[in-house]
């Protein structure tokens, strides 16, 4: 008899009990409070939906909401102007600025959450820097407490997972087919457009949707750098939590989010998208998916 | 081998990189940086608010730190929770990374997939799921609470670094030490742990890093008799204005940035 091989074992085989400590840990942490959660949006027992209607009809969560999308939409466009120009250099220059490139696009990852917002604070304050360069033109502007400096913080920190998918699409296109609509003679700005852009699309409608979802779950940049009464939806939830102690409509408000963020996700990885990032991520601790 | 290189040299000749394209790229970089570059000054400064430019120069933020209570206990409640928290995740992980290599069925993948799953959960709805069932469990406010929910974060940075090592590594030996008369357990020690210590590595450093340096879950477990580090460092611009933040942060970026630095070159040394 050979010793059995644990590369081939098939069945019920002891391997699974590997898992255990990881599957117990999940579950006791994260499956049983999002579905005590759930268990209480629901009522208790009592199966209502009631509070799933009053978000919808209580004025205030529609508007956060709405606030939240439009504040999410913009990062989205920001991260997308500023990354894919960015991702797209990096394909182009030698190997050694590539990788200084790409330590830059790592370093938001590396710089401790509460660092960089206490930084953006310093940055966006009253009298701060960024006052002081619109007051050389005559303006009074202050981005500190306004959802514009929570964009600003957020853009930065999103930023990465807008030039890391897309630097991995853009690498893999072939640059001799613009020399060769070029040398049909197209107009470079047209070979972009008809042959280059096409076959980036991948990357970018994965990172669109990355950096879009991720803005939504933020909760310490808007809750240091915005107002109270501008406040985003994880604000909102954690104020129904700890303030209003109103755990049902927290877990309705929450169990939406949720849902709209894994749909997101899973959308996001027929793209491809997202198992390169969470690579990324797994191979750079990131820090603010707050 | 020269000839690709050649080409490649040509390429860049006929199609070199734009003076405004590098502009640009270079004013994103300094956009990606900029936090980081405000820190450092601004720890050294004497003002006793956050005003900058940092007035004066002295050590008196650092002193503040090392020599405050709440400061110091913070930062010693934060090393002790993510060492532990790291130890389980690192556990549980690479356990369930080894549970699951080469494993290609439905089941597998769906307990991969649900391993993964807190990576993509907002922290603010885990957050507040995981505050409310630990008031009921009384876990608010206490080590264990703290160190479980950081473990249950980290088990994904392990679990892809322990796999992405195990994908060199050859199963055949495996049978080889089986065959020569190891059990199990000493062929998990000898063979596969040795050439899968750098992956293990990797995602305990990540895993304590994650759980150092996690605020939103910490905000809603922090009770008057404990709290992490970064939840001193939020109250510290919230409650107090108090800048010895600046001198903790940039303790903290210089640590962290430290780590991976080291960890960027152990891995290449490794590799060569």
């Given at each position: ?260 963020t894994l749909?997101?996700v ?8 997202t198992?390169?990032?969470i ?12 | ?115 993964m799953v807190s990576i993509v959960t ?151």
């Open positions: 008899m050979n010793t059995p091989d644990p590369a081939r074992w098939r069945g019920p085989s002891p391997r699974w009990l590997l898992l255990v400590p990881a599957l117990a840990l999940l579950a006791a942490i994260l499956l049983l409070p999002l579905g005590q959660s759930l268990f209480r949006s629901v009522g208790q027992g009592d199966w209502t939906l009631d509070h799933y209607a009053r978000l919808f009809t209580d004025g205030v969560t529609l508007r956060v909401l709405a606030r939240t999308a439009v504040t999410a939409a913009v990062v989205t466009v920001i991260a997308f102007a500023l990354g894919y120009p960015y991702a797209y250099v990096m394909t182009r220059v030698g190997p050694r600025m590539r990788g200084v490139l790409l330590v830059i696009v790592l370093i938001p990852f590396w710089t401790s959450v509460m660092a960089r917002n206490f930084a953006w604070i310093v940055i966006l304050q009253r009298e701060g820097p960024v006052h002081s360069f619109f007051r050389l033109f005559g303006l009074d502007v202050v981005l500190y407490g306004s959802v514009a400096g929570v964009t600003v913080a957020m853009s930065q920190v999103l930023l990465p997972f807008m030039v890391l998918p897309l630097f991995s699409a853009l690498s893999g296109i072939d640059r001799r087919l613009l020399l060769a609509a070029r040398g049909l003679g197209s107009h470079p700005l047209v070979a972009f457009w008809k042959i280059y852009w096409p076959l980036s699309r991948g990357g970018v409608v994965a990172g669109l949707i990355l950096v879009f979802t991720l803005s939504l779950g933020f909760y310490v940049t808007p809750a240091l750098l915005g107002s109270p009464k501008e406040s985003l939806v994880a604000q909102l939830l954690g104020q129904r939590t700890t303030q209003l102690l109103d755990f049902a409509g927290a877990g309705a408000l929450g169990m939406l989010v949720l849902v709209v749909v997101l899973a959308w996001a990885n027929r793209f491809g998208g198992i390169s990032a690579g990324v991520v797994a191979a750079a601790p990131v820090k603010d998916r707050t | 081998m020269r000839a690709p290189r050649r080409s490649l040299r040509r390429d860049r000749g006929v199609d070199p990189v734009p003076w405004w394209q590098k502009i640009f790229v270079a004013v994103v970089g300094l956009y990606f940086i900029l936090p980081t570059l405000f820190v450092i000054p601004m720890s050294f400064s004497t003002a006793s608010t956050f005003q900058f430019p940092p007035r004066g120069f002295s050590l008196k933020l650092y002193e503040n730190f090392f020599t405050n209570q709440v400061w110091l206990t913070s930062l010693r409640n934060s090393v002790l929770v993510a060492l532990l928290a790291a130890l389980l995740a690192t556990v549980a992980g690479t356990a369930a990374a080894l549970g699951l290599h080469r494993l290609t069925g439905r089941m597998a993948r769906f307990a991969r997939t649900l391993l907002p922290a603010i709805v885990l957050a507040v799921a995981v505050y409310i069932s630990f008031l009921k469990w009384h876990l608010v406010g206490t080590v264990t609470g703290y160190v479980l929910a950081h473990a249950a974060i980290g088990v994904p940075f392990v679990l892809v670094s322990v796999t992405s090592a195990l994908g060199g590594f050859d199963p055949r030996l495996l049978r080889a030490s089986a065959s020569l008369g190891a059990p199990p357990f000493r062929t998990f020690l000898r063979v596969t742990m040795p050439l899968i210590s750098r992956g293990i590595l990797t995602g305990a450093i990540f895993a304590f890093v994650t759980s150092f340096d996690e605020v939103v879950i910490a905000l809603f477990l922090r009770a008057p008799g404990f709290q992490t580090l970064p939840v001193q460092m939020y109250n510290s611009v919230t409650v107090e204005i108090d800048p010895t933040i600046a001198a903790s942060s940039s303790l903290v970026v210089t640590a962290v940035t430290a780590v991976c630095l080291v960890l960027q070159f152990v891995g290449r040394r490794r590799k060569s």
